[in-house]
C-alpha cells in the first residue's frame, strides 16, 4: 500500500509499504477513507519526539471502513464505517477503567503515528478495536466527525471540561490555532457571557470571530492583560486556557485569571514555566492540566448528529491521499496559505491495495 512515512527530521515520503495485518485478536484492518494532518505530525518532523522512528507511517485522525476483524473483536464488523479515535484503550487496565485513556498502561495511549504506524495511508491496522474505535452514524459525512478524532475533544475535555466553563463565564482563549478554534466552539455550548481570543496572528483572530469569539486581542500590539481587566470590572477572567505551549503563554493565563478562577493547560509544552505563586497564593486560582482521552467522542459525535455542532468549518483545504505530500507543505505554511485542517480523501477506486481488498472478500 501507499503511505506517509517519517524518514528522520525533515524528511518524509509517500512510500510504498507493507500491507498492514491483523497482529493481535483485538486488532481490526481499516480501509482509511479521510485522514488528517496535525500540528503533532509537524512535531514529529522537526525532530521533538525522539520516540518516533523512521520508517513510522505517521497520522492520528482518521474515519475508515472496517476490512477484516480479530478474533476477539465483537462490537464491530467488515464493513462499519469507523472513527480511529487518536487515543487507543486497552479497556482494561487501571486508568482506561477510569476513562483516562490517555493514560492507558496497557499498551494503548497516543500510539498511532507515534508508536506504530499511523492513518496516513491506504490501510491501517487498529489494535484495541473494540475500545478505540466509534461507529459513525449514517447520515454524518466523513468531515462531519473527522476532526471528533484529536482537535475536537483536546479542546472540549482538557480546556472546556478542564476548566468548568459555567453560563455567564469570561472565556479568555490565548492561542487561537485548531486546538484553540476548537475550544472557542466547545466552550460556546455552555453559554458562557464572552470569549476572548488571543493570538500574535491577525489572521487566526479573524478565524477566532468566524468561530464565536466575541474579542480579539493581538498580543503583539496589545496588552492582553489590560484589555482582560477593562471587560471585566478589573477583576480577571473567569476561565483561561493555554493553547500555545510555551512559557510566555502560560503565565499571560496565570496573570489574566480572576481570584477564584480556573487556568487549564492544553498547550504541550517543551520548557519549564515559572509559576509565580508569590503572586497567585492568595487568588484561589485551580490550574490543571491533561492529555486529551477521546472520553467525549460519543458525546460530541451527538452533538453533530443534532445539528448542535458543525466542524466542518475547520476544513480549509482538501487533497486526494496521495497527494499528501502538497498537503503537509500546505498545512505546514498555515501562515501564507491560511490552512486550518486539510483533508486527506482516499479515491476508493484508485486505492493500490485492490489485492489486499480482493484476498480479505476472499476470506
Ligand atoms: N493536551 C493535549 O492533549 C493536546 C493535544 C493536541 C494538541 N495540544 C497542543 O495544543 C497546542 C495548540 O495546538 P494547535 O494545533 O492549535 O497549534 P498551532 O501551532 O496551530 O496554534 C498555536 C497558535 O498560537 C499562536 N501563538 C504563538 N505564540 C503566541 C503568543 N506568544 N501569544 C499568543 N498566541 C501565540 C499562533 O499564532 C497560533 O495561532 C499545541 O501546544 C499542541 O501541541 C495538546
Ligand atoms: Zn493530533
Ligand atoms: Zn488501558
Redesign the pocket.
Given at each position: 500500500m501507499k503511505a506517509l512515512v517519517y524518514h528522520g527530521p525533515g524528511q518524509r515520503g509517500w512510500d510504498t509499504v507493507d500491507d498492514p495485518t491483523i497482529i493481535d485478536h483485538t486488532d481490526i484492518l481499516v480501509r482509511i477513507d479521510t485522514s488528517t494532518i496535525c500540528?503533532?505530525d509537524l512535531h514529529i518532523l522537526k525532530g521533538d519526539v525522539p520516540e518516533t522512528t523512521p520508517g513510522t507511517v505517521l497520522g492520528h485522525e482518521a474515519v475508515g471502513t472496517v476490512q477484516e476483524i480479530g478474533a476477539d473483536v465483537s462490537t464491530v464488523a467488515v464493513g462499519d464505517r469507523v472513527l480511529l479515535s487518536c487515543i487507543s484503550a486497552c479497556g482494561r487496565c487501571r486508568f482506561c477503567k477510569e476513562s483516562r485513556y490517555g493514560q492507558c498502561l496497557g499498551g494503548g495511549g497516543w500510539i498511532f503515528g507515534h508508536l506504530i504506524d499511523g492513518l496516513q495511508a491506504e490501510y491501517a491496522r487498529v489494535p484495541f478495536a473494540d475500545n478505540s474505535v466509534y461507529k459513525v452514524p449514517e447520515h454524518l459525512s466523513d468531515e462531519q466527525v473527522l476532526f471528533l478524532s484529536?482537535i475536537l475533544p483536546?479542546a472540549y475535555e482538557?480546556g472546556v471540561l478542564n476548566g468548568k466553563v459555567s453560563p455567564g463565564d469570561v472565556v479568555a482563549i490565548?492561542?487561537?490555532?485548531?486546538?484553540?478554534l476548537a475550544a472557542i466552539l466547545t466552550a460556546g455550548l455552555y453559554t458562557p457571557a464572552r470569549i476572548v481570543a488571543?493570538?500574535?496572528?491577525d489572521s487566526?483572530l479573524e478565524s477566532a470571530r468566524n468561530f464565536g469569539a466575541d474579542t480579539t486581542i493581538n498580543?503583539g500590539r496589545q496588552d492582553a492583560v489590560s484589555e482582560i481587566m477593562q471587560l471585566t470590572d478589573g477583576l480577571g477572567a473567569d476561565v483561561a486556557f493555554e493553547?500555545?505551549?510555551?512559557p510566555?503563554?502560560f503565565e499571560l493565563a496565570s496573570e489574566l485569571i480572576r481570584p477564584g478562577g480556573r487556568v487549564a493547560n492544553?498547550?504541550?509544552h517543551g520548557h519549564s514555566a515559572t509559576l509565580h505563586l508569590e503572586k497567585l497564593w492568595t487568588r484561589d486560582v485551580t490550574i490543571t492540566t491533561?492529555?486529551?482521552d477521546t472520553h467525549t467522542i460519543p458525546r460530541l459525535m451527538n452533538l453533530v448528529a443534532g445539528g448542535r455542532l458543525d466542524p466542518r468549518v475547520f476544513a480549509t483545504h482538501r487533497f486526494a491521499l496521495e497527494d499528501a505530500m502538497t498537503a503537509y507543505d500546505t498545512f505546514a505554511d498555515?501562515a501564507s496559505t491560511g490552512a486550518l485542517k486539510v483533508v486527506l480523501e482516499a479515491d476508493q477506486s484508485t486505492h493500490s491495495s485492490d489485492v489486499l481488498v480482493a484476498a480479505l472478500s476472499a476470506e
Open positions: 500540528g503533532s484529536d483536546t482538557v490565548i492561542g487561537a490555532g485548531p486546538i484553540g488571543i493570538d500574535l496572528a487566526r498580543n493553547a500555545v505551549g510555551i510566555d503563554t492544553i498547550g504541550v491533561g492529555l486529551v498555515a
